[in-house]
Each structure stands twice: as C-alpha cells, then as structure tokens.
C-alpha cells in the first residue's frame, strides 16, 4: 500500500478519533500516532515507548471501532512502538524489531495521581497505606504490597506514590518498573555482561515500584537477584512498593524466603468497586475527558453493566460516547444499554438488584450437564483432573457472563478464596489460547449462556 493511500486512511481515522474523544485527548495522546501498513485487515500505528501501552490500554477500544467504521468490518488496529526515526509507511517489521540490547524502560504514568484516585470501601484501607508510604517513604509499611484482581486500581496507586515522590521530594530517586520488565532486563543485562549496571539501576534509588510482582514466579534466576536487590534496597533504608494479583501466600512457586519478606510488610487488599465508586469513577472519568454526558442515568446504566473492575468500566464508557458521536445519536440510557448489549453486558434484575447475565447456579448447571458431573462434584474440594478442568471453566464462565464479583464467585464454588477464582480464570484463557478442543467448548458454553441472557430479557434473535 502506497504512503499516499495510509495518509488518507488516517487522516479519515484522525477525523472520526477527534469527534470520538473530542480535541484535548485526541492532541494529548493519539495525535502522534503513525501509520505503517494495512494488510486489508489490520491497521498497524506506531506510537512512541512511552505512550503506546498506555494508548492501547486506554484507547484501543475505539480505535478498533473507529477503523472498522472506516475500513468495514472485521479490521482492527495494532499498536508497536516506533523507533523513533521511521517515517510513516516504513515497514512493521523496522519498527518492531529490537533497536537497543536492552528493553525501553518502564516510566510513571503523569495521569495515576491521588488526586485522580476514587475512594470507596473497596480500597479505602489501600489508598491510605498508599498515601502514608509517599508521605513517609521508608519508615513503615514496607514492603508495601497492593493485591487484587487486575483493573481495581493498584497501577494508579503505585504510580501515584511514584508521581507525589518526584514532586514534592527533591531528589527522592524514584524507580518505577514491572515484573517482567525486571525478568527481561536482568536477562539481557546477563547477555550484554551488563550485570552490574542493572544492579546499580535497581539498587541505588530511594524507593523501588514494581507492578505485577507475579510475573517472577518459576524464573529462578530472576527470583534470586530480585531477592538479593530487595535485601540490598531494604537495609539500605529504601522504600519498596509492589502490588500483585494474589495474597502473598498464593504465590505458589514463588521462592519461600520471597514470599516470606513480602507478607512480613503491610499487605493492602483490593477489591471490585462497589456500584457508588463505580458511578462515581465514571462521573470523574468523564469530567478529566470532557465527555458530555449531560444524563446520570448513562453512567448508572454503565455501572450496573461494568461491574468487575475499573478498566473495564471506563473501557466501556469510551464505547458508549464513542457510539453516539459517530451515529449522531443522543447519548441517553437506551443507547447505553445498547451498546453494552451488544458487548455482552447484558443485565436483568432479581427484586431491585441488577444482575448481569445468567445465574452462578446457572453457569454451574450448564457446566455440569456438559461434563456429565453432578453439582456436588463440581464443588467438592477434589482436584482430580476430571473436575478441576471444568470447576475452571465454570469459574471462567460465571466471571464472563455475570456481575459477581470474584468473592462471590469464590464462595459460590463451595466457598473458595477469590485469588483461587483469578486463577482459575487465567488457567482456562491459557488454554483456550492454545487448545482448539477447549476453545470450541468453552466458545460453545459461552453463547448459550448469551443466548439464555437474551431471552431473559425479552430479546429477538433476530
């Protein structure tokens, strides 16, 4: 495809995106974005290291809606990092291969401030251990470590002590980065016999942040020098934040002595935002957005759709102004409930509570009659093959198709912890991604129980 012809395509897209997100968010983060090529399916964009997570993490809902809304159907867009000097219509390949011997560092996002942090009861206790670390980095609470399932906002926290740090602490050196990018960088620093410039990279600073800690878990050589770096950085008088999916005492195959140090510090749980934090998470969301959304009504109807976790709730208000600007439609609740239909959000309602989908008792049932198990097998404490995998998938199904939160899931499965859940849920998305038997089952499983949600509420299936 000519530069000629990607010019026209983004310049089409750039049009759609600024009525989308309007001018401020539009200049702020995709402005910069750059077309490399278009296979006729996918729209590959470059954007730059220190945005194209964050743009993908934030705006890869609508840029997938926009493109197809351009370029038909069943196209969608791809995101890599640019290399800094390619130029538009340079091939991906330049622009996805490795340009230095080591990974592009992790930086703190300007956006995950306390200011911008919605307290609820979910993660009161969180926010102000947070806080209390940034104000007195060093002298209690440490480790600090932030748990819960992914989206609730343990990333903004642990950005923000990063951000209150740089600003208000001269001087205070500040190292922010993840699991896996400390894996990949200890990795190459082996490599490049760079050893011990990645020590003093990690070791000389006077608070250490490390999102996603899980990501160390089975990496022995790894785990070791973070274990030494955590030693060094502690009596040293440093701060160490880390936040993790699970309790320390779940990380199963993490070293022992590793999870002991974790659990000796103060451990904050997080959990799903509860319908208030969740309204109240949107109302902020749109205000730092500039989205007019002049109905309450749209962020209640989103919020009893959107219900496991922050990112997902604020993906899918995107969709929904999104929806309406490129249709012309009036942002009102009935659009909003059709946009999230179409999403899956469904929702019906036992007494006054809203419930999303079909049942727990549901999910279990058709789980059941399509293993040949009795509901007593499924939850029983057995882990024999025969009843883990599909006690899995029904965990995976019920966090689909319903707005339980993982708790409640947990104690729906014979009274089980919500990291057990987590786990089951990432068990069964590994496999379906590289098992074609399971896909197809769980695919299958998946759209009845749409299919059964739709005719809860009254839906044609035409």
């Keep these: 495809m000519t530069d000629h012809h990607l010019d026209d395509i ?24 750059e077309p490399i090529e278009f296979d006729g399916r996918v729209l590959t964009l470059a954007a730059s290291v220190d945005v194209q997570a964050w743009v993908a993490d934030r705006f890869g809902g609508i840029l997938d809606a926009v493109c197809e809304s351009i370029l038909g159907p069943g196209t969608c867009v ?3 990092v640019s290399s800094g000097s390619a130029a538009a219509g340079s091939s991906s390949t330049a622009v996805t291969a490795p340009l230095v011997t080591e990974p592009a560092p992790v930086s703190l996002n300007p956006k995950y401030v306390f200011d911008q942090f919605v307290i609820g009861a979910a993660n009161r206790f969180a926010h102000a ?30 950005h923000a002590i990063g951000n209150y740090l740089t600003r208000h602490e001269n001087g205070m050196r500040v190292r922010v980065t993840t699991g896996e990018a400390f894996a990949n960088e200890f990795i190459a620093a082996l490599r490049s016999k760079r050893i011990e410039v990645f020590k003093a990279r990690h070791r000389e600073v006077d608070i250490l942040l490390v999102d996603d800690i ?23 008088g440093a701060q160490i934040v880390l936040t993790t999916d699970r309790s320390p005492s779940e990380l199963d195959g993490l070293q022992e002595r590793l999870r002991d140090r ?30 007019d959304v002049r109905d309450p009504r749209v962020l209640e109807v989103i919020a ?27 942002l009102e609740p009935a659009l909003a409930e059709e946009v999230l239909d179409d999403l899956g959000m469904t929702q019906r309602t036992v007494g006054s509570r809203p419930v999303t989908g079909p049942s727990i008792e549901e999910v279990q049932s058709l789980t059941c009659d399509a293993f040949g198990l009795t509901r007593e097998d499924l939850l029983s404490p057995s882990r024999a093959g025969r009843i ?16 339980a939160s993982l708790p409640v899931i947990g104690e729906h499965f014979g009274g089980r912890g919500h990291t057990t859940v987590l786990h ?39």
């Excluded at 883990?388 to 319903?402: C, D």
Aim: proline content about 5%.
């Design 78 to 80: 791809r995101l890599v």
């Design 424 to 462: 089951a849920v990432r068990r069964t998305a590994e496999r379906i991604a590289t098992d074609q038997e399971a896909a197809e089952l769980v695919n299958s499983l998946s759209a009845q129980l749409s299919i059964r949600g739709r005719r809860a509420r009254g839906d044609r299936d035409d």
């Design 10 to 33: 983004w310049r089409s897209l750039s049009r759609d995106l600024h009525a989308a997100v309007g001018d401020s968010l539009f200049d702020m983060w995709l402005a910069g974005l």
């Design 214 to 236: 899980q990501f160390l878990i089975s990496k022995v050589r790894t785990e070791e020098e973070f274990f030494h770096t955590f030693n060094a950085l502690r009596d040293g």
């Design 388 to 403: 883990s995998w599909p006690r899995h998938v029904a965990m995976y199904l019920a966090r689909e198709h319903t707005n």
């Design 129 to 158: 251990a947070a806080l209390a670390v940034a104000e007195n980095p060093g002298t209690s609470y440490n480790p600090l470590l932030l748990c819960g399932p992914p989206g609730v906002g343990k990333t903004h926290l642990l």
């Design 304 to 330: 009893d759709r959107a219900t496991a976790n922050l990112r997902g709730l604020e993906g899918a208000l995107v969709r929904v102004v999104a929806f309406a600007s490129l249709t012309g439609r009036p």
């Design 262 to 291: 974790f659990a000796a510090g103060l451990v904050a749980d997080i959990r799903p935002p509860d319908r208030p934090t969740r309204i109240a998470a949107l109302r902020k969301r749109a205000q730092l957005d500039g989205l």
